[in-house]
């Protein structure tokens, strides 16, 4: 949680509950509440909003930010687990460097938040004719004859900072696999709500709605093959681990 606004409405609610009055009431009716984010990720975003206006919408700029203790998690435990021997040491130095570069610390600074920083050369891709192609073969080494071993996708993940950048690298290694290709459409429609429906039909579409794309939301169109990977977006069944973010291979799209 980084939005003030959010924070605020929290504070409101709890002071409700505790009827507790806004004036002389303790922050958030006076319970202990444990709040969990990252400063170091992307800051609120608001609509053709000024800098000004972004800080100003931040957590921290709020007059309860005073009334909070702020703890810090120091320890990567995610790189830790994953090391071991010889391996502990260069891990070490890359979670140190991975936290100058949230610091803002690493490399040449060159005012207004911008730097340059140099990324060491075994994480660098050189050479390279087709990036994509590169890419996925850096991280799935020979992925065609271990597409169906899970521990070739267990622990690598391709990370893209857009959408159509996941489609392009998705469409990319889907050409690659001979299995028959399978299209899935979705079945789109607005909420039946509040008897504005005449309106809504006409303002939005079906197929308006197709081309809407969003975080958290597949696309219209999505098309799959014996033996990729695909994510769970929704909490289908967690007593069996079928969870929001949970990999699975598709193996009976023929």
Not at 49 to 69: E, F, M, T
Not at 126 to 151: G, K, L
Not at 190 to 208: H, P, T, W
């Amino acid at each position: 949680m980084t939005h003030r606004y959010c924070f605020e409405a929290l504070d409101r609610s709890l002071r409700d509950i505790m009827r507790s009055s806004d004036r002389s009431g303790k922050p958030f009716g006076g319970l202990v509440d444990v709040l969990g984010g990252v400063f170091r990720q992307i800051l609120p975003v608001i609509p053709k909003g000024s800098r000004h206006d972004i800080v100003h919408a931040s957590i921290s700029s709020s007059q309860l930010w005073n009334s909070c203790q702020v703890l810090k998690l120091t320890k990567n435990m995610r790189l830790q687990a994953n090391a071991s021997g010889s391996d502990v040491e260069e891990t070490k130095e890359f979670a140190e460097w991975i936290l100058k570069i949230g610091d803002g610390t690493a490399g040449h600074n060159l005012g207004d938040g911008e730097s340059v920083v140099a990324l060491s050369e075994d994480i660098l891709i050189r050479d390279a004719i087709n990036p994509i192609a590169a890419i996925v073969e850096n991280t799935y080494n020979d992925v065609m004859n271990n597409a169906f071993d899970p521990e070739m996708f267990k622990n690598r993940a391709i990370l893209a900072p857009t959408n159509e950048i996941v489609d392009t690298i998705n469409d990319y290694v889907m050409s690659l696999m001979s299995t028959k290709e399978r299209v899935y459409l979705s079945s789109d429609s607005i909420c039946k709500e509040d008897g504005q429906m005449d309106l809504d039909e006409q303002v939005f579409s079906v197929e308006y709605l197709n081309t809407i794309r969003c975080s958290g939301l597949p696309s219209y169109e999505i098309k799959l093959k014996e033996g990729c990977i695909i994510m769970l977006l929704r909490n289908i069944d967690p007593s069996n681990e079928l969870c929001n973010g949970t990999r699975l291979a598709d193996s009976n799209s023929t």
